[in-house]
């Protein structure tokens, strides 16, 4: 089974400043897909950004960016510009063919106006 | 049709007692998922669906869980007798049958058992 390890529990950003939250994961696979999901309080859990094993280039959505190293099993998810609405849980996930998500533990991300 | 809905999205309920969750998904999505989420963790992959076909139920928590999805549309968890320790948040997410889909996630339906 893979594991998806998230050692931050909480972050703590200011308001238009960058943060990063870390992600590593354990697998033997060559061909999977890594994603970020956001999961604010009390409310559903959105994707935020995905990429894909094979791609090389590390995927970006507007503020939000991945530095995937896939030889170290990484995948961080930078937040730039942080906004007040960026404040939740960050959850990195972990998808093989089979379709299933495995989570990490989450990181909390506060933003302080 | 705006995204995955579930029922109800509160329960209480008293420890032995069964209890039975409901997931739409989005209407054009094959696949549906169950997941389970305690308090500070991430999700917890349980089951999942195509079209009205189980694909996997290894990983549902005990023979006190079960899931269907009689017409490949709704689905529902049942959870029997159940126990304090299954007090948790019950997702369901929908999508795609393809390599490439996204799993889109439902409110959730939170669960206390007294």
């Known amino acids: 089974a893979q594991t998806v390890t998230q050692s931050q529990p909480e972050m703590s950003v200011q308001e238009a400043e960058t943060v990063t939250l870390s992600c590593t994961y354990d697998t033997s696979e060559s061909d999977y897909y890594l994603f970020w999901y956001k999961q604010p309080p009390s409310r559903q859990m959105i994707l935020v950004i995905r990429q894909e094993a094979y791609k090389q280039q590390n995927a970006t959505e507007n503020r939000f960016s991945v530095n995937f190293q896939k030889a ?6 930078k937040i730039s510009d942080s906004q007040l609405g960026d404040a939740a849980m960050y959850f990195c996930a972990y998808r093989s063919r089979d379709y299933k998500l495995s989570f990490g533990a989450g990181t909390t991300v506060t933003v302080r106006a | 049709d705006t995204g995955v809905s579930q029922d109800p999205r509160h329960k209480i309920t008293k420890r032995g007692q069964n209890v039975t969750f409901r997931c739409d998904p989005i209407s054009e999505h094959n ?21 009205e ?13 079960s899931a269907e999805r009689p017409k490949g549309s709704f689905s529902t968890l049942e959870i029997q007798r159940t126990e304090q320790g299954d007090s948790a948040m019950y997702l369901c997410a929908s999508s795609f049958a393809s390599v490439n889909n996204e799993q889109f996630f439902g409110p959730g339906t939170r669960l206390t058992v007294l």
């Open chain 1, 72 to 77: 170290a099993k990484s995948f961080s998810l």
């Open chain 2, 31 to 51: 696949r549906l998922y169950w997941y389970r989420q305690t308090l500070g963790q991430g999700p917890e992959f349980l089951t999942y669906f195509q079209n």
């Open chain 2, 53 to 65: 076909a189980q694909l996997e139920k290894s990983r549902l928590l005990s023979d006190r869980f």
